[in-house]
């Protein structure tokens, strides 16, 4: 699971909430902490995520885990770390390892394919030139992992347009894709929804699940 923060904020330690509802189903559950604006910009946090997943794929056996069985879930901008690495083979195949090792894809609020127009993003991103290197869409033909994209109606921070443009992409190169929207879901709504002693209308956790199952 990568967390989310703008590339800028978080830290693994506040994300022990996420892991516990699949944990209870059975999944070993890795958070990787990957390095931040301004120390780094892009690409650089998503070349920390692979080799986060990398590692975990050489690693888990050793936790009793199947390398095998290798499911990417993030929020935000962790969203679009997992699902650039899940879709742009690049990230993967230069540490000896392939995209098709990742089941499946689970994002939440997911910025996949926008223009960066506040200062921070552009000096992050840019210049103009880049962004469609970090853009999700960009790389979609037809082989990435399939992915469920949910977001919620409530979220001014990250627009519908991006789940709706990766997944009219996925669909016109015959992916597999689901989408998933939640109305009266904000953009933090998305993630504090895992926390378990929230009540809450919705499982977001067990459409995540069901999801993967159904890949597996």
């Known amino acids: 699971f990568f967390y989310g923060g703008s590339w800028q904020d978080g830290h693994k330690e506040m994300y022990p909430f996420v ?4 944990v209870d189903r059975g999944y070993i559950v890795v958070i990787p902490d990957y390095r931040k604006y301004p120390q780094v910009k892009f690409p650089s946090f998503v070349e920390d995520g692979a080799d986060a997943i990398v590692w975990t794929m ?4 050793s936790f009793q885990g199947n390398p095998d ?11 679009h770390i997992g699902a650039l690495i899940s879709a742009d083979e690049q990230y993967l195949s230069r540490k000896g390892h392939s995209n098709q090792s990742i089941k499946a894809f689970a994002g939440l ?16 991103f840019g210049p103009p030139e880049r962004y469609p ?10 082989n990435e992992p399939p992915m469920l994209l949910m977001w919620g109606e409530e979220d001014t921070l990250v627009g519908q347009r991006n789940i709706d443009l990766l997944s009219t992409k996925i669909k016109l190169e015959r992916g597999r894709v689901t989408t998933k929207t939640f109305p009266e879901m904000g953009h933090v709504d998305m ?14 956790d067990q459409e995540i699940s069901d999801f993967f199952a159904r890949q597996h």
């Open 19 to 22: 892991a516990k509802p699949f």
């Open 58 to 61: 050489d690693n888990i056996g």
């Open 69 to 79: 069985n290798l499911f990417v879930m993030g929020h935000s901008a962790g969203a």
């Open 109 to 124: 609020s997911g910025p996949y394919d926008f223009i960066p127009m506040e200062e921070d993003l552009k000096d992050i």
């Open 133 to 142: 290197q970090m853009t999700v869409t960009t790389f979609i033909d037809g």
């Open 191 to 204: 993630i504090s929804n895992l926390i378990w002693f929230l009540p809450s209308k919705v499982s977001i």
